[in-house]
């Protein structure tokens, strides 16, 4: 399919000799995101990706789902994307985690440690809303696309960029067909195998989990009540998650020779699997579309910026899903940096400054951190069967379910409504 044909942009002109106020590499969730904050400000984005939006959205591209934190749909309603998703979105009420040696997310009822947060217990500081918001990832997909579309955004799709050099005015990045565009700064959101990030010199470290996440869309025989259910095995989290309709999205955790088999196997064969380790507590689970898999790895980028460079999404940081918290981190940092590009516009400074760039950097370093640390930590504390851990961990889930502000806390903080929030979090426009 051709590119589409955008429209005038309704931002200002990009400074002189600049085709763009922002180049963004990558028009995934997090740089169209991105795009969209900049250009109802009043800039000029330009969005390059190698998958034009129409396969994007295709049930064959991405079978995941995401819970998305209600602070980062708060920014889908200040930038009007949420109406498009709102009919698609599943409010998770609860969650449940427990823990265990075999599967069956019921196998036996809870075990003696478990943890229970209730959207309820938050209500007073969340106004009302759930723990988050279960969406598929191709209607996000599709609803950033029409949004993207509707702005008059540019959008080079099918473009793929060869290189990008970085100059003490600007920077210009050339794409592989030879085109060749300017603007004062480049964004990197085009996954862990960023150019823009080898560009700009910014190196990455990390190491693989050899771990595998199996993903499929079930359609329950009982509803499902809002409830999402983290249940942790020797091999790795299995997870049920809310969808419309009474489905539900699984994500469960195994060896790579074991998802491949999975992805690989007879219906019937993955079924037998599949109610293995899903247990009665639901019913029978019916599978509905394809088996997808996914290689699990920690990967961070050394800096979050670099020479007229800002890296958002998986080219800055890509973690295990273990909590879900992979996407949200990515849109937390899309808010807090189109925060820090329109301020510095609207005072007259040089958006892709190092001093600008590095406010970003300040405001999202510490949580990135912090966040990947911990979904290493918890990788490797639950993905096990050591008989120490065990008790450790059991231990841990019980404390925390017994103090209110412990788990109030944990609430809020996988809500994203901890810490500095950027304004789009907030539900308040740029």
Same mark, same amino acid.
């Given at each position: =399919?051709?590119?589409?044909?955008?429209?005038?942009?309704?931002?200002?002109?990009?400074?002189?000799?600049?085709?763009?106020?922002?180049?963004?590499?990558?028009?995934?969730?997090? #740089? +169209?995101?991105?795009?969209?904050?900049?250009?109802?400000? #009043?800039?000029?984005?330009?969005?390059?990706?190698?998958?034009?939006?129409?396969?994007?959205?295709?049930?064959?591209?991405?079978?995941?789902?995401?819970?998305?934190?209600?602070?980062?749909?708060?920014?889908?309603?200040?930038?009007?994307?949420?109406?498009?998703?709102?009919?698609?979105?599943?409010?998770?009420?609860?969650?449940?985690?427990?823990?265990?040696?075999?599967?069956?997310?019921?196998?036996?009822?809870?075990?003696?440690?478990?943890?229970?947060?209730?959207?309820?217990?938050?209500?007073?500081?969340?106004?009302?809303?759930?723990? #988050?918001? =279960?969406?598929?990832? &191709?209607?996000?997909?599709?609803?950033?696309?029409?949004?993207?579309?509707? +702005?008059?955004?540019?959008?080079?799709?099918?473009?793929?960029?060869?290189?990008?050099?970085? %100059?003490?005015?600007?920077?210009?990045?050339?794409?592989?067909?030879?085109?060749?565009?300017?603007?004062?700064?480049?964004?990197?959101?085009? %996954?862990?195998?960023?150019?823009?990030?080898?560009?700009? %010199?910014? $190196?990455?470290?990390?190491?693989?989990?050899?771990?595998?996440?199996?993903?499929?869309?079930?359609?329950?025989?009982?509803?499902?009540?809002?409830?999402?259910?983290?249940?942790? @095995?020797?091999?790795?989290?299995?997870?049920?998650?809310? @969808?419309?309709?009474?489905?539900?999205?699984?994500?469960?955790?195994?060896?790579?020779?074991?998802?491949?088999?999975?992805?690989?196997?007879?219906?019937?064969?993955?079924?037998?699997?599949?109610? &293995?380790?899903?247990?009665?507590?639901?019913?029978?689970?019916?599978?509905?579309?394809?088996?997808?898999?996914?290689?699990?790895?920690?990967?961070?980028?050394?800096?979050?910026?670099?020479?007229?460079?800002?890296?958002?999404?998986?080219?800055?940081?890509?973690?295990?899903?273990?909590?879900?918290?992979?996407?949200?981190?990515?849109?937390?940092? +899309?808010?807090?940096?189109?925060?820090?590009?329109?301020?510095?516009?609207?005072?007259?400074?040089?958006?892709?400054?190092?001093?600008?760039?590095?406010?970003?950097? +300040?405001?999202?370093?510490?949580?990135?951190?912090?966040?990947?640390?911990?979904?290493? @930590?918890?990788?490797?504390?639950?993905?096990?069967?050591?008989?120490?851990?065990?008790?450790?961990?059991?231990? $841990?889930?019980?404390?925390?379910?017994?103090?209110?502000?412990?788990? &109030?806390?944990?609430?809020?903080?996988? #809500?994203?409504?901890?810490?500095?929030?950027? &304004?789009?979090?907030?539900?308040?426009?740029?």
């Amino acid at each position: =399919m051709a590119k589409p044909k955008a429209k005038p942009s309704s931002g200002s002109a990009p400074p002189s000799g600049f085709d763009a106020d922002v180049i963004i590499a990558g028009a995934g969730i997090a #740089g +169209a995101t991105l795009a969209l904050a900049l250009a109802k400000a #009043g800039l000029k984005p330009v969005l390059i990706d190698p998958i034009v939006f129409d396969a994007q959205v295709a049930p064959s591209f991405d079978g995941r789902a995401t819970a998305i934190a209600y602070a980062a749909f708060r920014q889908w309603r200040a930038l009007d994307v949420a109406p498009a998703l709102e009919p698609k979105a599943e409010r998770i009420e609860q969650i449940l985690v427990t823990d265990g040696r075999r599967p069956g997310a019921s196998a036996g009822g809870p075990g003696p440690f478990f943890l229970r947060f209730d959207a309820a217990e938050i209500a007073d500081r969340s106004e009302g809303e759930p723990l #988050g918001y =279960m969406l598929e990832n &191709r209607h996000i997909r599709a609803a950033l696309a029409a949004a993207v579309q509707a +702005a008059g955004i540019e959008v080079l799709a099918p473009a793929r960029v060869a290189r990008a050099e970085f %100059g003490p005015r600007g920077a210009t990045v050339t794409l592989a067909d030879g085109r060749m565009l300017t603007a004062p700064l480049v964004v990197g959101a085009e %996954g862990r195998g960023s150019v823009i990030r080898e560009a700009a %010199g910014i $190196g990455a470290i990390g190491w693989d989990y050899r771990q595998t996440a199996v993903v499929a869309t079930v359609r329950l025989e009982r509803p499902h009540g809002g409830v999402a259910h983290e249940y942790f @095995l020797p091999s790795g989290p299995f997870a049920i998650l809310p @969808l419309t309709e009474d489905r539900a999205s699984l994500v469960w955790t195994e060896s790579v020779s074991r998802g491949a088999a999975l992805k690989t196997a007879r219906p019937e064969v993955f079924h037998a699997h599949l109610q &293995r380790r899903f247990g009665e507590f639901v019913g029978a689970a019916t599978r509905e579309g394809a088996v997808f898999t996914y290689p699990l790895s920690l990967q961070l980028a050394e800096r979050l910026v670099g020479p007229r460079t800002a890296l958002l999404g998986d080219a800055a940081h890509a973690v295990h899903p273990i909590a879900g918290q992979g996407l949200n981190l990515g849109l937390k940092s +899309a808010a807090a940096l189109a925060e820090t590009i329109v301020e510095a516009a609207r005072l007259g400074e040089d958006i892709g400054a190092e001093a600008v760039l590095e406010r970003y950097a +300040a405001w999202r370093r510490f949580d990135t951190a912090t966040l990947a640390a911990g979904m290493d @930590l918890f990788v490797h504390l639950f993905s096990n069967d050591h008989p120490l851990l065990r008790l450790v961990r059991g231990a $841990g889930m019980a404390a925390v379910n017994r103090i209110g502000p412990a788990r &109030r806390f944990f609430m809020q903080e996988a #809500g994203g409504a901890v810490g500095d929030l950027p &304004r789009l979090l907030k539900g308040e426009a740029l």
